[in-house]
């Protein structure tokens, strides 16, 4: 059996590079893509803890997560192509009109 | 007993008049608000009498006759009731008070007609008999000073009537704050005396003095009693202008005069008489407290009477002569002789109201001059005013048989009689001189000689008879007044002092001269003031019947004198110069520009502006750049987490806020 730090190194790592991503990426859609990617890293914490102790809460946690992501992907979409329309651009720098 | 078993509705009726008045006077005619104004006054005095009525069928046992309506403030021990009492002073003080104030109220109609403001100044009025009343009915010394602290209101309100006026607004105030520094004493006298005897009731306070046996505190002993009375003093020196606090009442003839009348002569200013008179077994424990009050009165008396000499504004010789009176008054309690005290209260309420009316009515004549110097020659035009206006001065000025004669003839016959009071009476004695001069100097510069006025512009005008009216009355009562004291002089009995024994009664000072030898010096003495009053009638009629240009020659070859006299011997300067300048510098420079400015405000602000320079400098990192937002969640996740991890004892704070169990949550990461 693979031991449960290894499933814990790759999270992170994936976490890890979500992370990068969502600071130095520029396009929405691909900071939109980092977050899915931090989510599930997530995920797959969750999932090895529930093997690794036996007990089911962590996989019911990852449905949650999944829900929410959908959800949150669909609001996020919208926003998006809103964006896109009203600036001809995906470029976050653009989206600055709360600045001080 | 009707009324007195309501004794709160005496002066319940002033106070039910101020209100309607002042809360829908405004929209009404005149004749409405003379109607509430005068109705309520006229009910009050009539209540008043019957209240008398039904005293004299009291016993001796009853009286005092006090009732309790209501506990107004209970503390501890301490207990103010709104306790209304009736004895023989009071008898004295609500007859004055109200039928005064009726008569003044009357005269006012006519004097005020043609000014604004006519409801507020009834308004007023009434709010002052009210004040004026519990003051005199009270039954303790707490509602005492509700009273006496009203009537300062009141006083403050009317003689700032014309507000518009600076000098007016300024005497008000003026009136004010020095009443607060008497009142400031009489304070702490009320606090001393619940201290040591734990009541302020009178009945309850005085009685315990007199059971205790307190010993007399002889000259130069300051006990408990000496302390308080000379803490009473001062504010009876600060209500009824003695000096040093005299200074308000001269600046209060800016007020209209019919309140010179009511307030500043007759009722509020002889509310300090009152209250020692009312305290006088309080007093004779007391050597040391009885001789400043006599000083005190006596100075004042010859004082305020020098300044009277050359004043020319009409109201302000009045104004001095009534701080001189007080004086008077001051000076027969000081020597024990409080009935004198009293007697000569109400003499003098009757001829100094009248004295201020009659002026007034002059001023009213002559369309608002109050200089003297363009006076002149007026008997022939308003009659009825000189006529009364000279039977006061000759009451005033002692001349038998009006009342002055005999109430000052008393005080002075007690000052003489008083061990070691030669001197105070020697300046009684010059006191009444300097009276009756300055007294026939008004009346000859007023109403004799050369009309100096311009004949062309100021149509002189008797007044109409709601103003002669109240003339007349208080002229008969200055000629009969003082008759009851009268048969003292061929050996019988004097009515007034006999009323008053139940309360003075053995305190009064006792002569020890045999009753013969006694009547004898009382006739001499009385040819004594009356030579003295034809004296200072002499020199007025020598100086002023004609225009002869003397007194001008005088006042040349005594310009110090003069000048002196005719500043007020620079009290106010001096006042000025001592107390109120560096008072109005401390409160400039520290109170103001380096407490409030600096420290207050600097506070407020500094708080304000330190927060101004932080939102300054955290504001910039509301970049609007959405990724540097993205590296401050992911910075505070780093730090959240190795928080968690390296510093243990945050694991319970973090674990209890977020409701986690972290020891737990850490033992499932490191298995």
């Not at chain 1, 931090?38 to 995920?43: G, P, T």
């Not at chain 2, 003095?209 to 505190?217: D, H, K, M, P």
């Not at chain 2, 001269?250 to 009152?274: C, Q, R």
């Not at chain 2, 005080?411 to 009756?436: C, D, Q, R, V, W």
């Amino acid at each position: 059996m693979i031991p449960t730090h290894y499933y814990l190194v790759l999270s992170a790592i994936l976490f890890g590079l979500g992370v990068v991503a969502f600071i130095f990426r520029r396009n929405i859609i691909t900071i939109f893509m980092s977050i899915e990617l931090m989510l599930n890293a997530v995920n797959l914490a969750f999932v090895a803890f529930s093997q690794a102790w036996n007990r089911l809460d962590g996989q019911v946690f990852v449905l949650f997560v999944i829900v929410v992501a959908a959800a949150e992907a669909a609001v996020g979409l919208g926003i998006i192509i809103l964006i896109q329309r009203n600036r001809q651009s995906l470029n976050v720098e653009r989206v600055d009109l709360l600045k001080l | 007993m009707p009324i007195l078993d309501n004794l709160w509705i005496i002066p319940l009726l002033p106070l039910l008049g101020s209100a309607i008045n002042g809360l829908f006077g405004g929209k009404w005619p005149n004749k409405i608000v003379n109607y509430v104004a005068i109705g309520a006054t006229g009910l009050s005095f009539a209540c008043a009498l019957e209240a008398v009525r039904e005293f004299s069928q009291l016993s001796p046992q009853q009286i005092p006759f006090v009732k309790q309506f209501f506990t107004w403030i209970a503390a501890g021990t301490f207990r103010a009731g709104f306790d209304l009492q009736i004895d023989q002073l009071t008898v004295v003080m609500l007859l004055v008070v109200t039928g005064v104030g009726l008569l003044i109220h009357i005269y006012s109609t006519g004097y005020l007609a043609h000014e604004g403001g006519y409801y507020r100044f009834f308004s007023y009025l009434n709010l002052f008999m009210f004040f004026m009343l519990i003051l005199v009915l009270a039954a303790n010394y707490v509602l005492l000073f509700v009273g006496w602290e009203g009537v300062g209101l009141s006083s403050y309100l009317l003689i700032g009537f014309y507000f518009l006026k600076k000098s007016a607004s300024d005497a008000g105030k003026k009136a004010f704050i020095v009443n607060r520094i008497g009142d400031f004493g009489f304070m702490l006298g009320m606090f001393l005396l619940f201290r040591t005897f734990h009541t302020l009731d009178f009945n309850a306070l005085f009685n315990s003095v007199a059971q205790q046996n307190s010993a007399t505190e002889p000259w130069g002993q300051f006990g408990t009693f000496t302390v308080a009375c000379l803490l009473l003093f001062m504010g009876a020196c600060g209500k009824s202008a003695q000096l040093p606090l005299y200074v308000w009442l001269p600046d209060a003839m800016e007020g209209p005069t019919p309140v010179s009348a009511l307030i500043h002569a007759a009722t509020m200013v002889t509310a300090g008489v009152y209250v020692v008179a009312r305290s006088h077994i309080l007093f004779t424990h007391s050597e040391t407290a009885l001789v400043v009050v006599a000083i005190v009165g006596c100075a004042t008396a010859c004082f305020a009477a020098t300044i009277g000499l050359v004043q020319t504004d009409i109201k302000r010789v009045l104004a001095y002569s009534t701080v001189s009176q007080l004086g008077y008054m001051f000076l027969a309690c000081g020597v024990g002789a409080f009935s004198a005290g009293i007697f000569h209260l109400m003499t003098h309420a009757f001829f100094k109201a009248l004295l201020f009316l009659a002026a007034g009515s002059v001023i009213h004549a002559m369309g608002g001059e109050q200089d003297m110097r363009k006076m002149g020659g007026l008997s022939k035009h308003i009659k009825y005013t000189y006529m009364t206006m000279l039977t006061a001065t000759l009451a005033i000025a002692g001349i038998p048989p009006l009342a002055g004669f005999f109430s000052k003839d008393s005080i002075l016959l007690s000052a003489f009689n008083k061990e070691g009071g030669h001197p105070l009476y020697a300046f009684g004695l010059l006191t009444a001189l300097l009276t009756s001069f300055y007294m026939f100097r008004l009346i000859f510069l007023t109403f004799y000689g050369k009309p100096r006025y311009d004949e062309h512009h100021v149509h002189v005008h008797e007044s109409p008879w709601s103003m002669l009216g109240p003339l007349v009355i208080l002229a008969v009562l200055s000629i009969i007044g003082g008759w009851l004291a009268a048969p003292a002089l061929w050996g019988g009995t004097d009515y007034f002092t006999n009323f008053l024994a139940p309360v003075f009664g053995s305190h009064e000072a006792v002569e020890a001269i045999s009753e013969a030898a006694a009547h004898q010096l009382e006739i001499i003495l009385a040819v004594v003031a009356v030579v003295a009053a034809l004296l200072g009638f002499g020199v007025a009629y020598w100086l002023y019947s004609k225009p002869t240009g003397k007194p001008e020659q005088i006042a040349k070859s005594m310009k110090p004198v003069y000048n002196t006299l005719l500043n007020k011997y620079y009290v106010d300067e001096l006042y000025a110069a001592v107390i109120v300048k560096p008072l109005m510098w401390v409160s400039r420079q520290i109170f103001w520009q380096a407490v409030d400015v600096t420290v207050i405000d600097g506070t407020v602000n500094g708080v304000a502006s330190t927060l101004t320079v932080i939102g300054d400098g955290v504001r910039h990192t509301q970049s609007g750049n959405t990724r540097s937002y993205a590296v401050w969640v992911v910075v505070g996740a780093i730090v959240i987490i190795a928080v968690v991890f390296f510093w243990p004892e945050a694991r319970t704070v973090v674990g209890r806020v977020q409701g986690l169990h972290l020891p737990t949550l850490t033992k499932m990461v490191r298995p």
